[in-house]
């Protein structure tokens, strides 16, 4: 099994800047995919970005240019730099792990973030 544990979140000001981080620990294949999903008060769990083995990311429009996902292979963690938040990116942010083709995925527990105005 594969573990997973954010770390990061918190309450800032709109145009403020937070950086999260993931840890996995456990059996990780190496050719998985990471990445950040959030959800908010009644609404359904989104995609925020994605990152390869490789290091090809791709990202939701709603923060192109404004988030910046990374990973460290060496340490098993995966990040999100998020920069000029706006209120509307209040959620919980989860971290998930995924081989692409197989059932394999883990969630991690979230991280709340709040942004206010």
């Known amino acids: 099994q594969v573990q997973l544990v954010e770390s990061g979140g918190g309450v800032v000001q709109a145009g403020e800047s937070l950086k999260l981080s993931c840890a996995a620990s456990?059996?990780?294949?190496?050719?998985?995919?990471m990445g950040w999903y959030r959800q908010a008060p009644g609404k359904q769990r989104e995609l925020v970005a994605g990152?390869?083995?490789?290091?090809?990311?791709n990202y939701a429009d709603f923060v192109k240019g404004r988030f910046t996902i990374s990973r460290d292979n060496a340490k098993n963690m995966v990040y999100l730099q998020m920069s000029s938040l706006k209120p509307e990116d209040t959620a919980v942010y989860y971290c998930?792990?995924?081989?692409?083709?197989?059932?394999?995925?883990?969630w991690g527990q979230g991280t709340q973030v709040t942004v206010s105005s």
């Open positions: 456990g059996s990780i294949f190496s050719r998985n995919s």
């Open positions: 998930k792990i995924w081989v692409p083709g197989t059932n394999y995925e883990a």
């Open positions: 990152i390869t083995s490789t290091g090809s990311t």
